[in-house]
């Protein structure tokens, strides 16, 4: 069965405090998607990882992808409450039928 | 501006009532699908179209139909609607499979 596991599901953390969410999967991809959804809004493009070692970066936000462990993280530094929201990755199965397999979610909480 | 717009945004439909929610979008894109996100579930795909009349079921196609008889819409139809389909729904598209997705404002469905 195909999985995508993100960890944690729930954070709150403060303000200016870094951390990191994972994303696990248990297929072969080298294409995986990081979303951002704000409560009661539609789902933000957050970052496209396409290959092996991808690293991408904005802002406060940075995420990674290695393909030989099945792992995403996505990295945030000094966090501020604007980042509040809950936060998906997705990947794309290497022998895809044309589906984009999704984790539950992590809803993050930043305090003043 | 490029979008892609979902109506109704809210519905309450009784059990058994045919509905369509409609999808469209302006960016002349290939491929469109349809989710429901569900508490903890993350999303699951109902049905994906690669383009004019090629359309395909994803995890969760039950009770779900679905057409493209033009590029820019996608409706999602459901035929006899029952309470296990109250969720919220999100259309997004693409410019082609793999590349990054628009989604809709998304549409709260409620089957009493």
């Known amino acids: 069965e195909l999985k995508v596991e993100q960890n944690p599901l729930f954070l709150s953390m403060q303000e200016g405090k870094n951390y990191t969410i994972y994303c696990n999967y248990s297929t072969t991809s080298d294409r995986l998607y990081w979303y951002r959804q704000d409560p009661g809004k539609s789902l933000e493009s957050l970052f496209v990882?396409?290959?092996n070692g991808a690293v991408k970066q904005e802002g406060r936000l940075m995420a990674s992808l290695d393909t030989k462990a099945r792992l995403s993280t996505l990295h945030i530094t000094a966090a501020v409450h604007d980042l509040s929201a809950t936060y998906f990755c997705a990947v794309v199965p290497m022998d895809s039928n044309y589906q984009l397999i999704w984790g539950a979610g992590t809803k993050l909480i930043i305090k003043p | 501006e490029a979008q892609v717009t979902q109506n109704p945004r809210y519905l309450i439909t009784v059990t058994g009532k045919k509905l369509t929610v409609t999808c469209s979008q302006n960016?002349?894109?290939?491929?469109m699908s349809w989710y429901r996100q569900d508490p903890g579930l993350g999303l699951r795909q109902i049905y994906y179209s690669m383009n004019v009349e090629v359309t395909d079921k994803g995890d969760v196609p039950e009770g779900y139909k679905v057409s493209r008889k033009e590029k820019r819409n996608f409706p999602l139809i459901l035929e006899s609607p029952s309470p296990n389909q109250t969720s919220l729904y999100f259309c997004a598209s693409s410019l082609q499979f793999g590349g990054g997705y628009t989604f809709g404002s998304g549409t709260r469905l409620t089957v009493v």
């Open positions: 990882l396409l290959s």
């Open positions: 960016m002349n894109h290939e491929y």
